[in-house]
């Protein structure tokens, strides 16, 4: 599926990621069970220099907001993975850094991965990764997904090993849940933490949601506007929050720390898994790297 507006859409028009794009929208059905087969190369010399400016406008823009609020484990984690404002990443410069801290990889993908297909890339440890960049008239808000979101956004996280083990126990829970209901509250659970969280460090708030780390405009809006309703978090509470996608966010929820977002979701995916005949303890069915 093309984004709307890409600058280098091209990028993802090639024969090998039609058919990545052609598994993915098949994923589940028999004979289509491989998350390798959605994943692309990034063909690199795709970006043009306009995609390059836009991704240092984007680096600029937001890391002189996000010094002084986003997350420290998230600025940890941009200095881990050598995120740079010079360039687009190479994914395989990416990965070479993040896999030996904690066994997680991003991987190229055409466009749309449906839900289970993303659900079983986390179980791996893969980040699906939209490979396109926003054009320069979206650069304050994009509702969907590109490279700036995908990497900027989340990939520093996942070189925290307490979050990275947090999103492998839920990409394993949500792989696993057939019940509609709790299908529904794990996607509820992602929306207010990976993509829109908010956490307390040292008496502050800061943000750490992918959504608000890569937007300009919802990551202040997130900490200074007076209509956004601030809740701390509690896991039942946010699994029964509903939301909506194309407008900035009105109620955000807080962690206290990152392991209370490990821990809250380790007892959520016991009783998913355990429902299936699954192991009792989620933490003893995650894989260490």
């Not at 994923?27 to 220099?49: E, H, K, L, R, V």
């Not at 937001?62 to 984690?77: C, I, N, P």
């Given at each position: ?10 990028m ?7 058919r ?14 491989d ?75 055409p ?7 993303f ?11 939209t490979?396109?960049?926003?054009p320069?008239?979206s650069?304050?808000y ?8 995908d ?23 949500a ?12 996607a ?7 993509e ?19 937007s300009p ?45 490990r ?11 355990t429902g ?14």
């Amino acid at each position: 599926m093309k984004m709307s507006g890409s600058l280098n859409h091209e990028m993802i028009d090639d024969a090998q990621a039609k058919r990545a794009q052609a598994y993915a929208d098949h994923f589940g059905q028999p004979g289509y069970a491989d998350p390798t087969q959605m994943y692309i190369d990034q063909n690199y010399a795709g970006y043009s220099a306009e995609n390059q400016e836009t991704w240092t406008t984007l680096f600029d823009q937001q890391m002189t907001y996000l010094r002084e609020h986003a997350s420290k484990t998230y600025l940890d984690g941009a200095k881990a993975i050598n995120l740079r404002r010079d360039r687009i990443p190479p994914l395989s410069d990416i990965n070479a850094r993040l896999l030996p801290m904690t066994g997680w990889q991003s991987k190229a993908v055409p466009g749309y991965v449906p839900a289970k297909a993303f659900f079983a890339c986390l179980s791996r440890r893969e980040f699906p990764t939209t490979i396109v960049i926003r054009p320069k008239e979206s650069i304050d808000y994009l509702p969907e997904p590109d490279i700036f979101h995908d990497i900027f956004g989340h990939v520093p996280l996942h070189a925290d090993p307490v979050f990275a083990e947090f999103l492998q126990t839920y990409g394993l829970a949500a792989l696993e849940c057939e019940d509609d209901h709790h299908t529904e509250r794990l996607a509820r659970l992602f929306w207010f933490t990976v993509e829109f969280g908010l956490i307390r460090e040292d008496g502050e708030l800061k943000v750490y949601g992918s959504g608000l780390i890569s937007s300009p405009g919802e990551s202040r809006h997130a900490l200074t506007s007076p209509d956004v309703d601030r809740r701390p978090f509690h896991l039942e509470t946010v699994c029964d929050t509903s939301f909506e996608i194309d407008h900035y966010q009105p109620i955000l929820y807080v962690l206290e720390s990152f392991e209370q977002l490990r821990d809250a979701m380790v007892t959520y995916a016991e009783r998913v898994m355990t429902g299936k005949g699954k192991p009792s303890s989620a933490k003893r069915a995650v894989p260490t790297p």
